[in-house]
């Protein structure tokens, strides 16, 4: 059976690379997603490792080239997930994992049947604000962005499968780990039903 696309969305801030980073220490047989972005390089930030870092004039030619599998523009730079990638782990049937935008998860969500979806966020805004803050990565003005979308992506929580508030790490990670665990239990759309019945009868 095949494993689901696994889409992580949240505002930035929520926690979702804690999580991963935590997950990947449990699980294997999976792939994450690198994105390739036009913004720039945070302190500690590697080429290839945190993302594929790029220039806008490269980005748009590879939109024209339709590498990407979805992209966006978010909090003022562009993002996109390529699909060479995509396709080698989903073929391989590892758990691929996609850390996107909820404008990338409504794209990909039109096209693709076999997807799981988690939103992630804190309780209230004042929590994500004192994230931001401390995680010292961000400068007041692209804080306020991210603060500001913040409001609008919480709107779409109603597209996903599943919603993890991330207040208390030991809880949320335990309620992530139980999706990630379940994911390979997913009946996927791909299954043909007559053909698993037959073979089961014999
Ligand atoms: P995202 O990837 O969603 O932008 P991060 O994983 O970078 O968010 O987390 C933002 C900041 O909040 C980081 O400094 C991280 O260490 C911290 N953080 C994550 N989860 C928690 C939590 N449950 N409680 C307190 N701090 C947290
Ligand atoms: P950051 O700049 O904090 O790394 O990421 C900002 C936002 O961009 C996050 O919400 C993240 O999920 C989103 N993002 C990262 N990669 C992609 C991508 O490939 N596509 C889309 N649509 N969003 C992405």
């Known amino acids: 059976m095949n494993n689901p696309l696994v889409i992580l969305s949240g505002p930035s801030g929520a926690g979702k690379s804690t999580?991963?980073?935590k997950i990947f220490e449990k699980i294997d047989n999976y792939y994450f997603s690198i994105s390739?972005?036009?913004?720039l390089p945070r302190d500690g930030e590697e080429d290839g490792k945190d993302y594929y870092f790029t220039t806008k004039e490269k980005f748009?030619?590879?939109?024209?080239?339709e590498e990407f599998l979805e992209w966006a523009e978010v909090h003022g730079n562009y993002y996109g997930t390529s699909k060479i990638h995509i396709n080698k782990s989903l073929k391989k049937n590892q758990?691929?994992?996609?850390?996107?935008?909820?404008q990338g998860q409504e794209n990909i969500k039109r096209n693709t049947k076999n997807i799981v979806s988690i939103f992630i966020s804190t309780s209230n805004l004042?929590?994500?604000?004192?994230?931001?803050?401390?995680?010292?990565?961000?400068?007041?003005?692209?804080?306020?962005?991210?603060?500001?979308n913040?409001?609008?992506?919480?709107?779409k929580i109603g597209n996903y499968d599943f919603f993890i508030i991330n207040d208390d790490l030991d809880v949320a990670f335990e309620e992530f780990y139980h999706i990630i665990k379940s994911c390979k239990n997913t009946i996927s759309p791909d299954l043909?039903?007559?053909v698993f019945a037959d073979n089961w009868k014999k």
Do not use: G, H, P, Y
């Open 19 to 21: 999580l991963c980073k």
């Open 36 to 39: 390739t972005t036009t913004r």
């Open 60 to 65: 748009k030619q590879s939109i024209k080239d």
């Open 95 to 102: 758990l691929t994992i996609l850390d996107i935008d909820v």
């Open 126 to 148: 004042s929590t994500l604000r004192n994230r931001l803050t401390s995680r010292k990565t961000d400068t007041k003005e692209q804080i306020d962005k991210r603060l500001n």
């Open 150 to 155: 913040a409001t609008s992506e919480i709107e």
């Open 192 to 194: 043909d039903i007559k």
